[in-house]
Structure formats: C-alpha cells, structure tokens
C-alpha cells in the first residue's frame, strides 16, 4: 500500500474514533478512549467487528448483487 493512502487511513481512523468519542451523550473516559484507540491499532478491521472466518472473493461477489 502507498505510503500516503496508509497515512489517511490511520490519521482519519483517529480523527473519526475521537469525533465519535466526543458526540456521545455520556461518553466513556479519557483513559478508555485512549486504551481503545491503541488497542485499535494492532487489530485489522476484521478483528475490530468480530469476524473470524474471511469470506471468499466469490461470497463477497455473490453479497454484493
């Protein structure tokens, strides 16, 4: 991956974390948001919305139509 598009992933990953962090109505604290935005980084977003078992390019081609 081209450096600059991995730069734009993580810096506007934070940005969007924190932007959603501060709409809450009774957001979580400063020392939770900062554990989940490092946990964050070392997980694929797989990872992040629990799924275990990768889809196969043709499920994902069959999903989309």
């Given at each position: 991956?081209?450096?600059?598009?991995?730069?734009?992933?993580?810096?506007?990953?934070?940005?969007?974390?924190?932007?959603?962090?501060?709409?809450?109505?009774?957001?979580?604290?400063p020392?939770?948001?900062?554990?989940?935005?490092?946990?964050?980084?070392?997980?694929?977003?797989?990872?992040?919305?629990?799924?275990?078992?990768?889809?196969?390019?043709g499920?994902?081609?069959?999903?989309?139509?």
């Amino acid at each position: 991956m081209p450096t600059e598009f991995a730069w734009e992933l993580i810096i506007s990953g934070l940005f969007d974390i924190i932007k959603c962090w501060l709409r809450q109505a009774d957001p979580v604290s400063p020392e939770t948001i900062t554990a989940i935005v490092m946990k964050t980084r070392f997980m694929t977003p797989l990872d992040m919305l629990g799924i275990e078992d990768l889809p196969t390019r043709g499920d994902l081609i069959h999903d989309i139509k």
